[in-house]
């Protein structure tokens, strides 16, 4: 993530962000069709296109209709009716369709009462950056979140009443240096754990990831960086720009619609998930954090611990005492969890330090420059729906900030190697999603101010997340228990 300084290059056309601009892009790119996508409760992207001689002003004035009981966390059926509304500021030329195609991101309301759907995500992250504006305490926050993922040349599962399994392969796994394939083996795979430089052949996706990056840049997202990541079988991380709250999860649903389409263009699939492979790294969403306000950093303090502010150090403390509850919003998965565990990289323990990847906030040392002074929280992950994680983890920042809540002393020392008893003076993270969900359920007044997220979100969330997943993965019996069990 660097510095807010720096300016984007390379965008796609796109609309200026009125509605007019998003007419006039649909005459100079020869749009055909236009469509409408928006987010549902989990975090996926859902959609539907129009003709583009369908496409009319009142369209973003009044709306357009869709079934809102057949998304997941949103309506009943006996209220299903709800308008979607069109952010002109959105329009680019759709990357993934072949048909020139109008992409618009849209915001949700009831077209009962006419106002903002109040378990629409995209909606939670604007009222968090209405909320921020009126504390007076800063007017911009800039989020940048580093998603890791990988790339599989198959996956395949099923369950059912009798079975039940999984499979993923990859030519790049280190478990294929022993097969024939084709009747040649040309060697050069990263071995577990190593995935992390090695140029090519053992890095064999550079041009697939190449070719990501520059469709990212044609719609408009700026990257800084590519690269394989630490775990073998196709592992990889592409860097965004920093960005403002409700912008930057914007441009996260992008980067993944765009890296599951080039990959599925490829013969490959693409993988969010926190921990798919067995005893290798995971993939992680590193969120970089900052306050601005009038244009001036509010994190650095030149005789600070690591150059921070007080201001940061406080919201290091509001993101430390609500890291529980965070991360039904941030880790919000039962896979989740086989992430969040000693050994591989994992943040799990509850404390800050300067460069250190084995706490929960790391600061930051690549430069000493006071706008380039931000925090890192490490233990949100790719899976996270990130209009409602980033939401929150303003709303937990900004509470340390108004509270002025002490992180504590920096833990600068390696974490994975203190002993036993210096350990269990460390808090950790919870160690399962319905722990996450239980902290939350204690603990979420502080997402309540201002509006920001309601009462009726978050009970549909943990409603959501225990019937569907907890309960759902709790009552399946485990392919290893006949591992261990078969013979008792």
Same mark, same amino acid.
């Not at 300067?354 to 929960?360: E, G, L, P, V």
């Given at each position: 993530m660097a510095t807010p300084a720096a300016k984007t290059k390379g965008a796609a056309p796109k609309a200026g962000g009125d509605v007019q601009s998003v007419f006039q892009l649909c005459s100079r790119q020869g749009i055909k069709i236009v469509d409408f996508k928006f987010?549902?409760?989990?975090?996926m992207w859902q959609h539907f296109s129009i003709p583009v001689g369908?496409?009319?002003?009142?369209? %973003?004035? $009044?709306?357009?209709? %869709? @079934?809102?009981s057949s998304i =997941?966390?949103? /309506? #009943?059926?006996?209220?299903?009716d709800m308008l979607l509304f069109p952010d002109p500021s959105t329009a680019i030329v759709d990357p993934a369709c072949s048909i020139p195609t109008l992409s618009l991101i849209c915001d949700v309301k009831d077209p009962i009462t006419g106002k903002p759907y109040g378990r629409d995500p995209r909606r939670v992250a604007l009222n968090a950056e209405a909320y921020l504006k009126s504390t007076g305490i800063a007017d911009t926050?800039?989020?940048?979140?580093?998603?890791?993922?990988?790339?599989?040349?198959?996956?395949?599962? @099923?369950?059912? /009443?009798?079975?039940?399994?999984?499979? #993923?392969?990859? @030519? $790049?796994?280190?478990?294929?240096?022993?097969?024939?394939?084709?009747?040649?083996n040309l060697g050069y795979?990263? =071995?577990?754990?190593?995935?992390?430089?090695?140029?090519?052949?053992?890095?064999?996706? /550079?041009?697939? +990831?190449? $070719?990501?990056?520059?469709?990212?840049?044609?719609?408009?997202?700026?990257?800084e960086v590519h690269h394989h990541e630490v775990a073998t079988a196709g592992q990889n991380e592409i860097d965004m720009r920093f960005g403002t709250l409700t912008r930057m999860a914007d441009q996260v649903l992008l980067y993944k619609y765009i890296i599951r389409n080039v990959a599925k263009a490829h013969g490959k699939v693409a993988n969010f998930m926190p921990k798919p492979l067995f005893q290798d790294n995971g993939s992680g969403m590193h969120v970089h954090q900052s306050l601005w306000k009038n244009g001036s950093t509010l994190m650095y303090d030149k005789n600070g611990y690591s150059l921070l502010s007080q201001t940061a150090l406080h919201y290091i403390g509001g993101l430390i005492k609500h890291s529980a509850a965070l991360l039904a919003f941030c880790a919000p998965t039962t896979n989740s969890y086989r992430r969040l #565990?000693?050994?591989?990289?994992?943040?799990?323990?509850?404390?800050?330090?300067? =460069?250190? +990847?084995?706490?929960?906030?790391?600061?930051p040392t690549y430069s000493t420059?006071?706008?380039?002074? +931000?925090?890192?929280? =490490?233990?949100?992950?790719?899976?996270?729906?990130?209009?409602?994680?980033?939401?929150?983890?303003?709303?937990?920042?900004?509470?340390?900030? /108004?509270?002025?809540?002490?992180?504590?002393?920096?833990?600068?020392?390696?974490? %994975?190697?203190?002993?036993?008893?210096?350990?269990?003076?460390?808090?950790?993270?919870?160690g399962s999603l319905d722990e996450s969900l239980t902290a939350l359920e204690k603990d979420h007044d502080f997402l309540l101010k201002g509006g920001v997220f309601t009462e009726g979100l978050i009970e549909t969330w943990i409603e959501y997340k225990r019937k569907k997943e907890v309960d759902a993965v709790r009552l399946r019996p485990h392919p290893y228990e006949f591992y261990l069990y078969n013979d008792i």
């Open positions: 987010v549902d409760l989990p975090g369908e496409l009319s002003e009142d369209i %973003f004035n $009044e709306g357009i209709g %869709f @079934d809102g =997941r966390g949103f /309506q #009943v059926i006996n209220e299903s926050a800039y989020f940048g979140p580093e998603v890791e993922f990988f790339l599989f040349d198959s996956l395949r599962f @099923d369950y059912n /009443q009798h079975s039940g399994y999984f499979y #993923v392969d990859s @030519d $790049e796994g280190i478990w294929n240096s022993g097969q024939n394939g084709t009747g040649k795979r990263p =071995r577990y754990k190593e995935g992390y430089f090695p140029v090519p052949p053992s890095d064999s996706l /550079q041009d697939i +990831r190449s $070719e990501i990056v520059l469709k990212m840049i044609e719609a408009g997202i700026h990257i #565990v000693p050994g591989y990289e994992a943040p799990v323990n509850l404390v800050y330090s300067q =460069r250190n +990847r084995s706490a929960a906030v790391r600061i420059s006071p706008k380039a002074k +931000r925090l890192e929280y =490490r233990c949100p992950d790719p899976s996270a729906n990130p209009y409602l994680a980033f939401s929150a983890l303003l709303m937990a920042g900004l509470d340390g900030v /108004q509270n002025k809540i002490d992180p504590g002393k920096p833990h600068d020392m390696d974490l %994975f190697e203190l002993s036993a008893k210096e350990l269990s003076k460390i808090k950790t993270v919870p």
